[in-house]
């Protein structure tokens, strides 16, 4: 099995922020927020927005740990997480959090709550933040 290698992104940082403002736009745009249910009405768009929330946490991963897979072509949550621990715990604790507010309960399950959607949007900004510094750190 082949090694899976991912095509250098020229800016990772611009292009999370810029998945991160798909996500924002596809909600707040699309997502038709009731104030009665504090929710938005429609799933699909949740789903979306917890998408481009998720693939912006990967690709700024993706800048600054160097994941490698053992078994399966694509990288899997474990192996992230096996490359964070060694060094940001902190950054751990926020991964872990956004794989379950953005990956599972909006990519997945479509959770329609303003607050787990905007939760997902303040840390996908937070893990970027963090990797922004990290990056500046190594540089």
Request: net charge neutral.
């Amino acid at each position: 099995m082949s090694i899976f290698k991912k095509e250098p992104i020229a800016d990772p940082v611009a292009e999370a922020r810029r998945y991160v403002q798909n996500a924002k736009d596809t909600l707040f745009k699309n997502g038709k927020y009731n104030p009665e249910t504090d929710c938005y009405e429609d799933s699909n768009y949740v789903k979306s927005a917890g998408h481009f929330l998720w693939s912006a946490v990967l690709i700024i991963l993706d800048a600054v740990f160097e994941v490698k897979t053992k078994q399966r072509p694509y990288p899997d949550i474990k192996d992230y997480r096996n490359e964070i621990i060694k060094r940001d715990r902190k950054l751990l604790t926020l991964v872990n959090a956004a794989y379950e507010t953005m990956h599972i309960s909006m990519g997945y399950d479509g959770n329609q709550r303003k607050a787990t959607c905007h939760d997902g949007i303040d840390l996908a900004n937070g893990i970027i933040d963090r990797c922004v510094m990290m990056l500046a750190n190594a540089a």
